[in-house]
DNA sequence: CTCCTTATTGATAATGATTTTCATTATCAA
DNA sequence: TTGATAATGAAAATCATTATCAATAAGGAG
């Protein structure tokens, strides 16, 4: 699914649970759907008011209310913050972002979920969820810090 | 190693990094070191207060902030927030904490690392680092749910 | 054991991110 | 086209965390 049909299929998710179409909200799902990377309140707030003038930075704390309810979006957590916000997972799948651009990639995980499972069974605990993120760097930034 | 000992491995190993040992710290190190659970400021405050009068919240921010950076303790990152703190982990284990009584519990990962290297590298991404955290019900919180 | 340097302390003020409030504006169903 | 009402942006409020600073206490030197 490419970027316009994120934007497009966040809108009409968002129009069923009763929410209206309007200019900000669709800039930020545009923004939003096509980062490569995780962006913070501000950030998004900056690059979308480019696509819609006189736009609020409260406009954007409401619509990532609302994207990440629908499970839309997701919170991203790293150790410089957590606030950052990311299109979210497509079923199994987990996060791999770079330290070095913060560049983030969704891999598939689906066999994980049996392991965690498992070793979770050597302790009393009934699994129920798992947070999974690997942090590296991406190929761009290892040919980078090579040369 | 129990608790008394992990408080005095703790304040000697800030001493070694030039920090005095003080009734505030004892206190703090003492709480978080018996705490079942990832603690927040604000509570490790309150609970240290009992043992040290007078204590400031300040001082619990300072103290955090110096057994952080010595690795001795964590911060926790749950969907409720990012700000508790708890016990590190000794080698290579990961946190499994109960989403009902907030429990926290350490389980051995060793096996992990190979697996995610391998799950990356279908991708172009250089894993140096992961975070692993597991979601679940204690055994108490298993039965309390049952009966 | 006492003194003295200096890290540590708590109270207060400042900061920065996020939320709330509210009057105005825009969406969209009828 | 119209009207009920959701959505908006500006400003104020809130909350956790950090910086400031004068008073205090730790602990090495003597």
Redesign the interface.
């Known amino acids: 699914m490419n970027d316009p049909a994120i934007t497009q299929t966040w809108l009409e998710a968002m129009a069923v649970h009763g929410a209206r179409q309007t200019a900000a909200r669709r800039a930020i799902c545009e923004v939003l759907a096509s980062a490569a990377r995780a962006m913070e309140p501000l950030e998004l707030f900056t690059e979308s008011r480019k696509r819609c003038a006189g736009l609020g930075l409260v406009t954007v704390y409401r619509t990532l209310e609302i994207l990440e309810e629908l499970g839309l979006v997701a919170r991203v957590?790293q150790p410089g913050g957590?606030n950052r916000y990311i299109r979210a997972a497509e079923g199994h799948q987990h996060l791999?972002i770079?330290?070095a651009c913060g560049k983030a990639?969704y891999?598939?995980?689906d066999?994980?979920s049996r392991?965690?499972q498992q070793?979770?069974g050597?302790?009393?605990?009934?699994?129920?969820?798992?947070?999974?993120?690997?942090?590296?760097?991406?190929?761009a930034c290892?040919s980078a810090s090579t040369s």
Do not use: N
């Open positions: 957590h957590c791999m770079c330290s990639e891999f598939e995980g066999d994980l392991l965690f070793v979770a050597r302790s009393d605990f009934l699994v129920q969820d798992h947070w999974l993120q690997l942090f590296g760097l991406c190929r290892q």
